[in-house]
């Protein structure tokens, strides 16, 4: 596991290096697998404030099959010397990487719900991009995701 999530981190990294932004609020981005466009379901997030040298964001992710199913993901980003502010990070463009914790909940391809699951995401002016991580026994699942 711990393997799999090294793995996917430093996919994230790479895929949004350079032109990774704040986490923007304003919008609900469809979760869409990288390749075949199929939907993880919608994300929207909401400023929860500081944490230590993080902002905290709760996402609802709801299924891509029924809205009125949805799980919640804390979402942390990371705070720069160049962009301290959360209140400002949440609508200005930074370099950053947004990741949720390990009680992130969400949704297969399928819809199926599972816990645990890991996000790895940073935003450029095309949408976030980054990695889905699901948890297995023995094996995890880890799509390459964008999210419009």
């Given at each position: 596991?711990?393997?799999?999530?090294?793995i996917?981190t430093?996919?994230?990294?790479s895929?949004?290096?350079g032109s990774?932004m704040?986490?923007d609020?304003?919008?609900t981005?469809?979760?869409?697998v990288a390749?075949?466009?199929a939907s993880?379901?919608a994300?929207?997030?909401?400023?929860?404030?500081?944490d230590?040298s993080?902002?905290?964001?709760?996402?609802?992710w709801?299924?891509?099959?029924?809205?009125?199913?949805?799980?919640i993901?804390?979402m942390?980003e990371?705070?720069?010397?160049?962009?301290?502010s959360c209140?400002a990070?949440?609508?200005?463009?930074?370099v950053?990487i947004?990741q949720?914790?390990?009680?992130?909940?969400?949704f297969n391809?399928k819809?199926?719900?599972?816990g645990?699951?890991?996000?790895?995401?940073?935003?450029s002016?095309?949408?976030?991009?980054?990695?889905?991580?699901?948890p297995?026994t023995g094996?995890s699942q880890?799509y390459?995701?964008?999210g419009?």
């Open positions: 596991m711990k393997t799999t999530l090294l996917a430093a996919l994230a990294v895929s949004v290096a990774a704040a986490l609020v304003g919008r981005r469809v979760l869409q390749g075949i466009g993880l379901g994300l929207t997030f909401i400023p929860l404030g500081a230590g993080f902002c905290d964001y709760l996402a609802d709801a299924s891509p099959f029924n809205p009125n199913d949805v799980g993901c804390v942390q990371l705070r720069t010397p160049f962009s301290p209140i990070n949440e609508r200005l463009d930074i950053t947004v949720s914790n390990f009680s992130c909940t969400g391809l819809g199926e719900s599972y645990n699951v890991s996000l790895i995401l940073g935003e002016d095309c949408g976030l991009s980054g990695v889905a991580v699901f297995g094996i880890t390459p995701v964008r419009f």
